[in-house]
């Protein structure tokens, strides 16, 4: 019977550390898998893609068997329609752009294609490079170019190990709009490797954190990340939230994507790759949020988000205080002094206002 989903239920040791998954990610959208480094991320993505052969347990995409050790059955790698990209590329130094596309291209099964080699140009703006080879490119450009000649295989399966992971932060704004919905544009599902909590936001769907060879949860991304944490990397959390709003708006001329959050509206750096309607994930680090007891003016934060404190935490031995506020049917936190608390006033029910800088954005 057919099935929507990768069933994954595998086992891989090594000196020192085992992998132990049983796991089924769906068939749709952008899954994440996340965690600190040495959790096994990239090598659940190896068993998967048929790099590695497991010790045990089996691998089924939809009704097609790919592993089966008690069967004696391993599909090899080049037999499985999987496309991968990883951190460096791996593009033909030989080869100009045009000619690393080409050789996807002529390659792959183009006959039932929803696609040209002419779209996937488009789509990720290589016109004006297909005539460099790669070692004159940027990094940015690079990667551009990696996903574009693995979409010209026309995978049904789309696995991305830490692809942005090589890329300084430049260059990482530039090339994660390409990767917004891939999906969505071309109809292969995705699984995404990353212990970086802002690209897991931005793109997933879906995410499972991995830690120590095992799932320790799964889930819609907003929710999975905010019960596990959602600092800037999986190694070092921190105090904050992930919202979920709807885009409003895009504005052209401050170059900002509007996105309403329960009563309030906030401005993030424009992001066109969201249509407008469209969900979008917002992650706020709570020490960039402040906290103001009647509705500011004159001021540069244009974030300003009506709230209600359900919950304070005083840090022992910390000059801050940990807030809970409530933003429509969302939960976001603020990490303040201890001194400005009580200068405020500030009391659990308290009807308030949350402040957090356009700025504060990274991607």
């Known amino acids: 019977m057919f099935t929507d989903h990768i069933d994954i239920k595998t086992r891989r040791a090594f000196a020192g550390f085992t992998l132990d998954v049983e796991q089924k990610i769906p068939l749709a959208g952008c899954t994440a898998v996340f965690g600190p480094s040495g959790a096994g991320k990239s090598t659940l993505?190896?068993?998967?893609?048929?790099?590695?052969?497991?010790?045990?347990?089996?691998?089924?995409?939809?009704?097609?068997?790919?592993?089966?050790?008690?069967?004696?059955?391993?599909?090899?790698?080049?037999?499985?329609?999987?496309?991968?990209?990883?951190?460096?590329?791996?593009?033909?130094?030989?080869?100009?752009?045009?000619?690393?596309?080409?050789?996807?291209?002529?390659?792959?099964?183009?006959?039932?294609?929803?696609?040209?080699?002419?779209?996937?140009?488009?789509a990720f703006d290589l016109k004006p490079i297909l005539d460099r080879r790669p070692v004159t490119l940027s990094g940015g450009e690079r990667q551009r170019v990696a996903l574009a000649r693995t979409m010209l295989t026309r995978p049904k399966l789309l696995l991305l190990d830490e692809p942005l992971s090589a890329l300084d932060r430049g260059r990482k704004a530039e090339i994660i709009p390409y990767l917004d919905n891939l999906a969505g544009k071309f109809g292969a599902p995705v699984i995404y490797v990353s212990h970086n909590v802002d690209e897991i936001v931005r793109i997933a769907d879906q995410t499972v954190i991995l830690k120590s060879g095992r799932v320790e949860a799964t889930g819609a991304t907003a929710e999975i990340l905010n019960a596990y944490g959602v600092g800037t990397d999986a190694d070092a959390f921190e105090s904050g939230a992930v919202l979920t709003g709807s885009v409003i708006a895009h504005d052209e001329a401050y170059r900002l994507t509007r996105v309403a959050l329960g009563d309030g509206v906030i401005s993030l750096p424009i992001n066109k790759q969201k249509p407008v309607g469209e969900a979008v994930n917002i992650r706020i680090d709570a020490r960039n949020v402040a906290i103001a007891t009647a509705?500011?003016?004159?001021?540069?934060?244009?974030?300003?988000?009506?709230?209600?404190?359900?919950?304070?935490?005083?840090?022992?031995?910390?000059?801050?205080?940990?807030?809970?506020?409530?933003?429509?049917?969302?939960?976001?936190?603020?990490?303040?002094?201890?001194?400005?608390?009580?200068?405020?006033?500030?009391?659990?029910?308290?009807?308030?206002?949350?402040?957090?800088?356009?700025?504060?954005?990274?991607?």
């Open 295 to 363: 509705a500011p003016s004159n001021i540069s934060i244009r974030n300003v988000l009506p709230a209600t404190i359900t919950a304070m935490n005083r840090r022992p031995d910390s000059p801050f205080v940990d807030i809970i506020l409530r933003v429509g049917d969302a939960i976001l936190q603020a990490q303040i002094t201890t001194a400005a608390s009580d200068d405020l006033a500030l009391a659990s029910g308290q009807s308030v206002y949350a402040l957090v800088k356009t700025a504060s954005f990274e991607i």
């Open 45 to 122: 993505l190896r068993l998967i893609a048929g790099f590695l052969r497991p010790d045990a347990g089996r691998i089924a995409f939809g009704e097609a068997l790919w592993c089966d050790i008690g069967a004696g059955l391993h599909v090899p790698a080049h037999r499985r329609p999987i496309g991968t990209v990883f951190q460096d590329g791996r593009l033909f130094p030989h080869l100009t752009v045009e000619q690393n596309l080409f050789y996807a291209d002529k390659r792959s099964d183009a006959g039932e294609a929803k696609y040209s080699r002419a779209d996937i140009v488009a």
